[in-house]
């Protein structure tokens, strides 16, 4: 059984999260095409990070959600440990998100994502996200594929 929760990211299991999310990401692209959140950033107000725990509370993958306070929200730093992969946990930390989204007045969830991750990219394509053009930090980056999705109030 996997649950979702809302926790800090100053945790040794979530912090081991985030080495292995930057890892995978470095593998792929240049460093300053590499967009995440530190600690600091992770702990700001508006900023909630969602963590996935199995049936002996191992955290296996995790996500933040950035409120902007303007309806919308980006969507950070998913990311499921290989021991979590394949079972489901990427798909019901992106259920939890929302609901917490929908919960806090957002309307719209944005994010960005990177053309070599395709599963990521199938993930949120299966969830209703559709491209647009990039955003904020990420304009004029050809490593960033951007995405977004409206949040009906009852989805």
Known sequence: ?????????????????????EAYARSLYPADSCYMLNLDELEAPGVHVLVA???????????ALVNRGDES??????????????????????DALEQLAREQGIRVVQLETGP????????????????????????????SVCMEKALAPND
Do not use: W
């Open 73 to 94: 929200a980006e969507l950070k730093r998913l990311y499921v440990d290989e021991a979590g992969r394949g079972r489901g946990i990427a798909t019901t930390i992106m």
């Open 1 to 21: 059984m996997i649950t979702i929760a809302v926790e800090s990211p100053r945790q040794p299991e979530v912090e081991a999260l985030l080495h292995a999310g």
């Open 116 to 143: 070599k991750q395709l599963a990521a990219i199938a993930l949120y394509e299966g969830r209703g996200y559709s491209h647009i053009e990039n955003f904020g930090p990420y304009v004029g980056d050809d490593f």
């Open 53 to 63: 725990r199995d049936g002996d509370q191992s955290a296996l993958g995790m996500a």
